[in-house]
C-alpha cells in the first residue's frame, strides 16, 4: 500500500514551468506503475501520464506529449512530473496516483493524493 502526496502547484503564466513532486510512503513504492491525472473545473479527471516501477516504461496522452516529462527516484519514493510550455488548458487540479500494471492502462489505480492545483494565466 502507498500513500501519495503531491507538492508544486502554483500559478504560472504561460509559457512558464513547473515541477510537480508527489512522495508516497510506503515500503513498496518501487513496485507500483505510478501516474499523474489532472481535473479542470467542469471536466472529467483525464489521464496525464505514467511511468512503470523501474521507470522503463512512459506513457502520455497526446494532449501533453512533448511538453511534460514524468520521472521518478524510488530511492526518495518521488516521482515527479515536469511540466513545460505551459498553457491555460493546463490549469487544473493535478492528480498523484499508484496501481500495479501496464503504463498504458490508465483505469484502475488503487491510491490516490489529494491533488495539487496548477493555474496557467494567458
Known amino acids: 500500500q502507498v500513500q501519495p502526496v503531491e507538492s508544486g502547484g502554483g500559478l504560472v503564466q504561460a509559457g512558464g514551468s513547473l515541477r510537480l513532486s508527489c512522495a508516497a510512503s510506503?515500503?513498496?513504492?518501487?513496485?507500483?506503475?505510478m501516474g499523474w491525472f489532472r481535473q479542470a473545473p467542469g471536466k472529467e479527471r483525464e489521464f496525464v501520464a505514467a511511468?512503470?516501477?523501474?521507470?522503463?516504461?512512459?506513457y502520455y496522452s497526446d494532449s501533453v506529449k512533448g511538453r511534460f516529462a514524468i520521472s521518478r527516484d524510488n530511492a526518495r519514493n518521488t516521482v515527479y512530473l515536469q511540466m513545460n510550455s505551459l498553457k491555460p488548458e493546463d490549469t487544473a487540479v493535478y492528480y498523484c496516483?499508484?496501481?500495479?500494471?501496464?503504463?498504458?492502462?490508465?483505469?484502475?489505480?488503487?491510491?490516490w493524493g489529494q491533488g495539487t492545483q496548477v493555474t496557467v494565466s494567458s
Open positions: 511511468i512503470s516501477w523501474v521507470g522503463g516504461s512512459i
Open positions: 496516483a499508484a496501481r500495479r500494471g501496464s503504463v498504458s492502462d490508465t483505469t484502475g489505480y488503487s491510491y
Open positions: 510506503g515500503r513498496t513504492f518501487s513496485t507500483y506503475t
